[in-house]
Nanobody, 114 residues
Framework: QVQLVESGGGLVQPGGSLRLSCAAP?????????MGWYRQAPGKERELVAD???????NYADSVKGRFTISRDNAKNLVYLQMNSLKPEDTAVYYC???????WGQGTQVTVSS
């Protein structure tokens, strides 16, 4: 079965960093148009945080520009979201998604709190 597996969430203090990983076992990232990271906070709409296309072009939500970096390692079938200078407003469940497919990760909780 093809699925996405997320890891890297946790509790971090404001200003801290976390790196999320999304694995696509059995599925080459070359075959997926783009990979994206979404987040859902309590009482908020799900939002697209960042995405990366097969050609390597990246896009970011204004709220995370300059702080988050999306990258991929095609050889390892991994997509990363490096999150720096984290704020309490970043607290959410983060999901990875393969664009053009129905593939989603289970979600990983990121909590930014002092």
């Amino acid at each position: 079965q093809v699925q996405l597996v997320e890891s890297g969430g946790g509790l971090v203090q404001p200003g801290g960093s976390l790196r999320l990983s999304c694995a696509a076992p059995g599925r080459s990232l070359f075959s997926i148009p783009a990979m994206g990271w979404y987040r859902q906070a309590p009482g908020k709409e799900r939002e697209l945080v960042a995405d990366i296309t097969g050609s390597g072009r990246t896009n970011y939500a204004d709220s995370v520009k300059g702080r988050f970096t999306i990258s991929r390692d095609n050889a390892k079938n991994l997509v990363y979201l490096q999150m720096n200078s984290l704020k309490p407003e970043d607290t959410a469940v983060y999901y990875c998604h393969a664009f053009g497919t129905t593939l989603w990760g289970q979600g990983t909780q990121v909590t930014v709190s002092s």
